[in-house]
């Protein structure tokens, strides 16, 4: 479905990056249309599974609706996150990410300029659910990928870039928003993890997001910080030592004999899928550390909110 990029040697390694969307051109048609309004986007593998929690907190009295929207990063984890929700929030919850995409692409009102139909819209889909939170997950498309971002991209200048990226979070927040009514869901915006190309974007990215949350009255969760080291927030590793979890669930401790589990497969350095991207978007199909860690942080923020 997409071309082959070139982007000099040190960006190469970002052609294994697979859907999630900062290649550097245009798409040649948009990604596949997930399962909507389903709950769960389709595959044909056996997704991945997390483990009962090892101290489960008690379920709020009333489940809130979650509403989990994003790029490749979110196509990858929205299962695992389902689960967890489910599991120990009890959580009505429906996903809707489509791989390449960012903020613009969610808003209504971008026409034919998007990778995301009408039908998909944050407001739409908000309008159609009601839903309690809207999770909003994106690593923030840097290479003019998707048409709605009109060719704008970091490197030939990070200002007009974050410039255009802030006032499209600022819209879809007040479309969110504007959708909800009487009942405006809360957002959360996901911090990301490191990037090992432009370290300093995903840093300021970030900043965005709690600021945009900070000016809304939202949620941030920095589900970024559990696939860092300790101490080095912003410095990018393929492993980590194992969490207590995960050695209270041996299947997540890739490598028990170091003490260290894997986020990443090969040289994929964005997503934490351990099994290859494919040119068909679909949620992860086998056990990945670093997915169960972003949607356990994830649950834990929203869990800590509603109660």
């Not at 009109?150 to 499209?168: N, W």
């Not at 928003?177 to 090992?196: E, M, T």
């Not at 590793?237 to 890739?254: D, G, I, R, V, W």
Request: aromatic letters at 8%.
């Amino acid at each position: 479905m997409r071309k082959p990029w070139i982007v000099g040697a040190l960006l190469s390694a970002v052609l294994l990056l697979g859907a999630c969307g900062d290649p550097s051109s245009g798409p040649e048609e948009a990604p596949p249309t997930p399962t909507l309004p389903g709950t769960e986007a389709a595959t044909t593998h056996r997704p991945q599974q997390a483990p009962a929690s090892a101290s489960p907190r008690a379920r709020p009295a009333v489940a809130p609706r979650v509403l989990y929207l994003g790029d490749s990063l979110a196509m990858e984890a929205q299962n695992v996150l389902g689960q967890e929700l489910r599991r120990d929030l009890g959580a009505t919850y429906t996903s809707a990410p489509y791989s390449g995409t960012t903020p613009c692409d969610y808003l209504e009102g971008t026409g034919e300029k998007s990778l995301v139909p009408d039908s998909a819209k944050a407001a739409a889909l908000v309008r159609e659910r009601h839903p309690d939170y809207v999770v909003l997950q994106f690593w923030g498309n840097a290479w003019a990928y998707t048409w709605c971002m009109d060719g704008i991209t970091y490197d030939a200048s990070p200002k007009t870039y974050f410039a255009r990226y802030e006032a499209d979070m600022r819209r879809l927040t007040q479309q969110i928003a504007d959708a909800g009514g009487a009942r405006r869901p809360k957002i959360v915006w996901v911090l990301q993890g490191p990037d090992p190309i432009t370290p300093d974007r995903v840093r300021r990215v970030n900043a965005l997001y709690e600021k945009q949350a900070g000016a809304s009255g939202d949620l941030v969760a920095d589900a970024g910080a559990a696939v860092s080291p300790a101490g080095a927030r912003y410095t990018w590793s393929q492993n980590l030592p194992c969490t207590a979890y995960e050695h209270e669930h041996p299947s997540y401790c890739t490598d028990p004999g170091n003490d260290r589990t894997a986020l990443h497969l090969g040289k994929d350095y964005l997503h934490f899928c351990l099994a290859p991207t494919t040119s068909t978007p679909k949620p992860c199909p086998v056990r990945s550390p670093g997915i169960l860690r972003i949607g356990r942080e994830i649950t834990r923020v929203i869990g800590e909110d509603v109660s």
